[in-house]
Nanobody, 132 residues
Framework: QVQLVESGGGLVQAGVSLRLSCAAS?????????????MGWFRQAPGKEREFVAA????????GYGASVKGRFTISRDNAKNTVYLQMTSLKPEDTAVYYC????????????????????WGQGTQVTVSS
C-alpha cells in the first residue's frame, strides 16, 4: 500500500508564495515504488468539485497544469526523497482549497495524468487559505 502525506499548507495573504510537499511511503502489491508513479496535485474548495492543479511524469521530464494555475504554480519531484512538491506563487483568494496529492501507476516514464480517475492513491489533504 502506498501512503501519501501532504504538508506545507496554511493561512497566507494574497500575493505570497507557499510550497506544498507530499511524502510517499510503502509500495503497491505490484512492488512499484515512488519512481514508478506519475504524481499529481488536485484541490477542492467548499461546494466545488475536485479540480486538477498539476501533474508530473515518473521521470519528471513532463508536467502539466490547470488553466487557473498555469504560470503561477510549479510541480517538481525528488525520486531520491520520495517527495513531490508544489511551489505556489502569486497566491489568490480563489486558490483557497484543500490540496490533495495523488499517485498514478504509470507504465510510461513520460506520461502524466490530469483525470482524478487515473490516480490510485490519495493523501488526506492539506488546507491552503489565502486571505485578501
Amino acid at each position: 500500500q502506498v501512503q501519501l502525506v501532504e504538508s506545507g499548507g496554511g493561512l497566507v495573504q494574497a500575493g505570497v508564495s507557499l510550497r506544498l510537499s507530499c511524502a510517499a511511503s510503502g509500495r503497491a502489491a505490484s512492488g512499484r515504488t515512488f519512481s514508478g508513479y506519475a504524481m499529481g496535485w488536485f484541490r477542492q474548495a467548499p461546494g466545488k468539485e475536485r479540480e486538477f492543479v498539476a501533474a508530473i511524469s515518473r521521470s519528471a521530464g513532463n508536467s502539466g497544469y490547470g488553466a487557473s494555475v498555469k504560470g503561477r504554480f510549479t510541480i517538481s519531484r525528488d525520486n531520491a526523497k520520495n517527495t513531490v512538491y508544489l511551489q505556489m506563487t502569486s497566491l489568490k483568494p480563489e486558490d483557497t482549497a484543500v490540496y490533495y496529492c495523488a499517485a498514478a501507476l504509470s507504465f510510461y516514464s513520460t506520461n502524466y495524468y490530469i483525470a482524478h480517475s487515473d490516480y490510485a492513491y490519495w493523501g488526506q489533504g492539506t488546507q491552503v487559505t489565502v486571505s485578501s
